[in-house]
């Protein structure tokens, strides 16, 4: 009997090298890299982002993981710097081994990375950063996007300010990729819709470092500006910032009209509770009370239940993520880099913002837009949209053919 016995184990020995397998390769983990700010002003956005991939990643493992096998999640810190970034997604593919990278806050960090996917060989899913390039003149065919970009989030803005009665735009946002290509899209959408706007000139435009905690000077040059109406392009830290500055300085006394691009980000309307001033137009990648939807009042519950928080546009960035990436991997059925590429492209899902396709021709997700006016409500803690928009995909995303990506 032992010598049968030892006779098997040699037979699936040899039947194991034959065909280039071992016994534990259909165990092996799954591993997804996560890489998000998860340190100073922006660090609520990294800390909401792995809430999400870690609710993600359990609710996935319940219910039997990715082709049969467990998923993990790996976390690193960008502080929102290239060269980090850079750093910590190459230890996430050669160290950790990951089948894929998903994450980035800002479009300085994803224009660094995005071109760098191709050496690594590895797909990236973006979750949050919005600079069209990286689906646009940057792309390739290791860089897709799940969550809104600049065009199409801008292009909301531009049709909500066409029915202002606005005749001259300015603008406040952060002095790199994402301030300055959000009032270039503003602009053009907007010219297009109402010829007879007038914008101020790049020079009068304010645009403020990253590092900036004081924004009186800014503020004073938007209240010395002849315009009445202002695109805000701001976000986390910075935002918060220069809405509660603005706030003691006046701003907001109903002089000018004000779009926030990203003012209802949850960790923004958290942070900042009754002193968010209402009536503010504020846009957002997802908003936890626009989709009916089961699936999307499930997530909210079940994230609500779990951190006694309301997700945030990061959290369900990084919870369709890891869905998203499930999908493809099943669909492929393999966690082969090329073949999940390939498996993503025209892929379609339904996640809790709404059903997306993310398209062969540059990667980009077709999603829904919301856009809301801030307003208090006793039944939450923070200022809610009321009332909100929800702007159809189709209806904000450029064509393929106007985005400049080619994908080889």
Known sequence: MKQRTLLSIALALVLTVMLGTSPAAAEDPIKLGFVYIMSGPFAAYGEFAKQGA???????????????????GYFEDTTGKPDVALRVIRKLVFQDKVDCVIGLDSSGVAKTVGPAMVQLKTPLIITHAATPDVTGSLCNKYVFRISVNIAQNIKAASLLAADTGVKKW???????????????????????????VAFASKEDGVFSPTKTTDFGPYITKLMQSDADG????????????FVRQASEMG???????????????????????????????????????????????????????????????????????????????EKAKSTDKDA?????????????????TIRAGDHQAVTDVCWGKTAADPAYPIRILKPFRVFKGSEVTPPVADTGCTIK
């Open 54 to 72: 870690e609710l993600a990643i359990d609710e996935v493992n319940k219910a039997g993981g990715i082709n049969g096998r467990k998923v993990e």
């Open 170 to 196: 300015t603008t406040i946002g952060p002095d790199y990729a994402f301030g300055h290509q959000s009032w270039e899209f503003f602009e053009k959408d907007l010219k297009e819709l109402k010829p007879n």
């Open 230 to 241: 202002v695109l805000v392009s701001l976000w986390g830290g910075n935002l918060i910032d």
């Open 251 to 329: 701003f907001f006394s109903g002089k000018y009209t004000v779009l926030c691009t990203l003012g209802a980000a949850t960790e923004v309307l958290t942070a900042l509770g009754d002193k968010m001033p209402e009536g503010l137009w504020v846009g957002t990648r997802y908003w936890f009370l626009a989709n009916n939807s089961e699936m999307n009042k499930t997530f909210v519950k079940t994230f609500k239940d779990r951190f006694d928080a309301y997700p945030s546009y990061n959290a369900h960035g990084a919870y369709g993520a890891v869905y998203t990436f499930k999908k493809a991997a």
């Open 340 to 356: 999940v590429i390939n498996a993503l492209e025209d892929l379609t899902i339904e996640l809790p913002v709404g059903t997306i």
